[in-house]
């Protein structure tokens, strides 16, 4: 993968934005968000002196516009703009803008500098950093992309002043993820945070930390060969809810990405329970602030079947076998684990349990 992207621990937007900028060594800059960090964000940042000559791109907002059309626009605007080799792409939104824009920023003339400005939790824990970019394609999530890094990540969470609660707290599942994989006093800290009404200076520190786990993990195992798969605890039984979810069904609702990787986090930690030893007091500690702030997710003993379908077919699995990440305890990573269909099946019932 290119160059190291340096993670910036934001205390004063403007300066850190002139010194991103100042170090891509550019000619233009652009900047894309979607149609509501246009609203939200870019007038935050707007007036920076450095970014007097910026060109602003406006693409739609939401998971279901990262398609291909979306990037062609991006080129096309970039050329428009004039953009050259020597171009910066500032991505400023969430997951799906850094996403788009990471991979729109990487093809172009075979890949100009880009900064990431995520804007919701989520991309701030996880899709701005990591070097994973893409869109969705013939139906399929993320199914082109690119291992490429942002020169620079950002993270400042005054963006979320206006970001609504669900994502706030759907953001929050990918850092108490981090929290579980690293260590016993990470997860204390997360456990014992007030979500209800966070405290933005607080969650700053708490953000940067869980950053770093994941960079950490990524640096030994950029392309998840081996040790990056720590990432995907919750995610088995995570993916497989979020996906059922947002079958066209009438009566069902998408649930957001952190909500579904919550109760896949509740039913891992019951399978590292039962199958790895992982204590039954930090499973109760856990899932308690797991049930108090995501409650439980709408599904019957009816949906097993087709639930335990859709993991069969998960990306991550080997020779057929649903494979999952469990813990031995906090910070004790178990990779490549499997789990039978009976075992499944409690864990997704431990899951519905209020
Ligand atoms: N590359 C990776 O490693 C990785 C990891 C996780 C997720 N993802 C991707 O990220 C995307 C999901 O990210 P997301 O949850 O950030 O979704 P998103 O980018 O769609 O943002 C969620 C909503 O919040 C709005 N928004 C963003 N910032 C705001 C702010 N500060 N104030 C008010 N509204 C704001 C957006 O316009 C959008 O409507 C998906 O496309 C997913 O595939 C990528
Ligand atoms: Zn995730």
Redesign the pocket.
């Known amino acids: 993968m290119n160059i190291e992207q340096k993670i910036i621990d934001s205390k004063n937007l403007k300066q850190e934005t002139a010194l991103a900028i100042s170090e891509c060594g550019h000619d233009r800059i652009f900047v894309l968000t979607?149609?509501?960090?246009a609203r939200?964000?870019w007038p935050v940042i707007r007036d920076f002196f450095s970014l007097r000559q910026a060109r602003l791109i406006v693409t739609p907002?939401?998971?279901a516009n990262?398609g291909l059309d979306a990037v062609v626009k991006v080129w096309h605007e970039l050329e428009a703009g004039g953009a050259t080799r020597h171009s910066c792409l500032i991505n400023l939104?969430?997951?799906?803008?850094?996403?788009l824009g990471g991979f729109a920023a990487s093809t172009y003339k075979r890949g100009i500098d880009f900064i990431n400005m995520p804007?919701?939790l989520?991309?701030m824990v996880?899709?701005a950093t990591?070097g994973?970019?893409g869109f969705n394609f013939g139906g399929l999530?993320?199914e082109i992309g690119v291992f490429s890094n942002a020169r620079f990540v950002i993270l400042n969470t005054d963006?979320?002043k206006?970001?609504?609660e669900s994502?706030l707290r759907?953001?929050y599942a990918e850092m108490l993820k981090h929290a579980l994989i690293d260590s016993e006093q990470t997860w204390a800290e997360l456990l014992n945070f007030n979500l209800a009404e966070p405290d933005l200076e607080q969650l700053q520190t708490m953000l940067t930390k869980s950053v770093r786990i994941k960079q950490r993990i990524v640096k030994k195992d950029p392309k998840e060969r081996d040790s990056r798969k720590a990432l995907n605890l919750g995610h088995t039984i995570g993916h497989a809810i979020e996906e059922w979810s947002m079958e066209q069904v009438p009566g069902r609702q998408p649930l957001?990405?952190g909500y579904a990787v919550a109760y896949g986090l509740t039913g891992e930690l019951y399978l590292s329970a039962i199958k790895t030893q992982f204590p039954t007091d930090r499973l109760c500690q856990t899932v308690s602030f797991i049930r108090s702030y995501y409650g439980v997710p709408p599904i019957t003993c009816n949906d097993y079947p087709h639930i335990l379908e859709l993991m069969t077919h998960d990306k991550k699995n080997i020779n057929g076998q649903i494979n999952f990440t469990l813990l031995g305890n906090v910070g004790d990573i178990r990779i490549n684990r499997t789990a039978t269909e009976e075992e499944i099946k409690a864990a997704l019932d431990f899951i519905r349990e209020a």
């Open positions: 979607d149609e509501n960090t939200q964000c907002a939401g998971d990262k939104g969430g997951g799906m803008v850094t996403d804007t919701t989520l991309a996880d899709a990591g994973k970019t999530k993320n963006f979320l206006t970001l609504d994502n759907s953001g957001l990405h």
